[in-house]
């Protein structure tokens, strides 16, 4: 692994945790190894669970959209499916912001427990975008239809109380690294072969999904991403004001 990227063993449960930095923005190289660490843990014949965590002040705030090209879009969403197909099971550890694509990285895994900061969105119409990394899918299957449509319109901030509310995640902890961890020890207490077996089974029309609406949802992102009001979204983040849409 390398700096931006750690494993390691916790008896059956291997914990990885992401090192980019304060919000551990994702590229496709990042996004590469990430999935590359996971196949890799796949064949582990001593790994039945794995959490996911990360450094730094954020879990994962998703892509640096200043630098975003659009030629890449669909290359970096290749290592992005790369994780849905992994065999074995994840359970991710959640703290800070939980933004746009990384809010799509936190929904590839089976279960989430967050943190008391944990601030969760799906940010992209306020950033004048398209949402992406299967959230078209991955959202509604885990809060409803209609409240993943809520989520994706306001591009809201969902905090702690209301992201176990609504199923947006499965439990939460003051200490989220802790209850991951544990949480992955109970479930390795079943079977690896029958783990890995259920996963592939319950994801099986899940996956099919995610590759479509992965192609839909690049297409459309490459379509905004030259637009004034697009470029106002960015800048008002950085800026941290509230956005003036003319479209």
Request: proline share 3%; charged share 25%.
């Amino acid at each position: 692994m390398s700096e931006e990227l750690d494993v390691t063993a916790d008896g059956l449960v291997a914990v990885v945790e992401v090192r980019r930095g304060a919000h551990n923005f994702f590229d496709e190289a990042s996004l590469r190894e990430l999935g590359d660490a996971l196949v890799e843990l796949d064949a582990d014949p001593r790994v039945r669970v794995v959490v996911l965590g990360a450094a730094g002040r954020s879990f994962c705030a998703g892509a640096d959209l200043r630098g975003v090209d659009p030629h890449l879009l669909r290359r970096v969403y290749r290592e992005a499916f790369r994780i849905f197909t992994t065999r074995t099971p994840v359970v991710a550890a959640l703290h800070g912001a939980v933004v746009g694509g990384g809010l799509g990285l936190a929904l590839a895994a089976d279960f989430r427990v967050a943190g008391p900061d944990v601030r969760m969105t799906a940010n992209f119409a306020r950033l004048g975008f398209h949402h992406g990394f299967g959230l078209s899918v991955t959202l509604p299957e885990t809060v409803g239809r209609q409240c993943a449509t809520d989520l994706l319109y306001s591009g809201r901030n969902v905090a702690q109380d209301e992201a176990l509310a609504i199923g947006l995640v499965d439990r939460a902890a003051d200490d989220p690294r802790a209850e991951a961890v544990a949480w992955a020890h109970e479930l390795a207490g079943s079977s690896r072969a029958s783990l890995q077996a259920i996963r592939s089974t319950m994801r099986r029309d899940l996956l099919g999904r995610v590759a479509a609406a992965l192609d839909v949802e690049a297409t459309a992102q490459t379509a905004l991403l030259g637009t004034p009001d697009f470029a106002e979204g960015v800048a008002a983040a950085i800026e941290k004001r509230a956005p003036v849409f003319t479209d």
